[in-house]
């Protein structure tokens, strides 16, 4: 059973396009994340839901749309899609979502994102 | 503005060697994790460390969190094949409401080890 899954796994998209990202978790937790791993690897975070509500966003261009319909799905809408935009993302999900606790983060397997 | 700076960037060794990776920054984290990341997935946590000074070992692997919980290091003992992939640390942000639980990563060590 996949914990954190992401559809669809690869993506290849022309500039100005509209395009969307679906992340589910079956953990029962109560956050969920997007993150972003440009070219070098470097993972740097986007979004964070608790309980459908979004508590964290890093400066993210207004482009970019998060939406929770429920507590175990994350999606992530992307507009007028830009040649930077192309990497590879990652959604993720926590119980609690305060690492002081110890809370783990586990991730899905990414989807990757290249625009033309 | 808190940052990780992980090193080497790179490592490629022999396999029955020893290595270790860091991740230093100025700034003090509520917790640290250490990450492996394969080829076409997501990162797994290998560890998490939240008090000043914590040792945790996992097999060949230690994990240390500095005193001031400022900086963290990764060794591998022994080191085999099957220990290739991209580790990447990453520090728990302190701060309140919303920025509890937001990870800071470090830019990741890539680690290839020759059999």
């Known amino acids: 059973d996949t914990a954190v899954s992401q559809t669809p796994k690869y993506l290849v998209t022309q500039m100005g396009n509209d395009k969307s990202i679906k992340c589910e978790q079956n953990?029962?937790?109560?956050?969920m994340y997007w993150y972003k791993q440009d070219s070098k690897k470097f993972l740097k975070i986007m979004f964070s839901?608790?309980?459908?509500?979004?508590?964290i966003n890093e400066t993210v261009p207004n482009r970019f749309s998060p939406k929770s319909p429920d507590k175990a799905h994350l999606n992530l809408h992307i507009n007028s899609l830009e040649l930077g935009d192309s990497a590879v993302y990652f959604c993720?999900?926590?119980?609690?979502?305060?690492?002081?606790?110890?809370?783990?983060?586990?991730f899905g397997p990414g989807t990757r994102l290249t625009v033309l | 503005t808190q940052l990780l700076e992980q090193s080497p960037q790179f490592l490629s060794i022999q396999e029955g060697e020893n290595l270790t990776v860091y991740c230093n920054s100025s700034?003090?984290?509520?917790?640290l994790q250490w990450y492996r990341q394969e080829p076409g997935e997501g990162p797994v946590l290998l560890v998490t460390?939240?008090?000043?000074?914590e040792v945790k070992k996992l097999k060949r692997l230690t994990f240390q969190f500095g005193d001031a919980r400022k900086d963290s290091s990764l060794h591998i003992t022994a080191a085999q094949p099957g220990d290739t992939g991209l580790y990447l640390c990453?520090?728990?942000?302190?701060?309140?409401?919303?920025?509890?639980?937001?990870?800071?990563f470090g830019k990741g060590t890539k680690l290839s080890v020759k059999p």
């Open positions: 460390v939240v008090t000043g000074g």
């Open positions: 839901y608790n309980n459908k509500e979004l508590i």
């Open positions: 993720a999900s926590s119980q609690v979502g305060r690492l002081a606790g110890g809370d783990t983060q586990y």
């Open positions: 990453a520090g728990g942000r302190l701060g309140y409401g919303g920025s509890q639980g937001n990870l800071i």
């Open positions: 953990l029962g937790h109560d956050t």
């Open positions: 700034s003090v984290f509520s917790s």
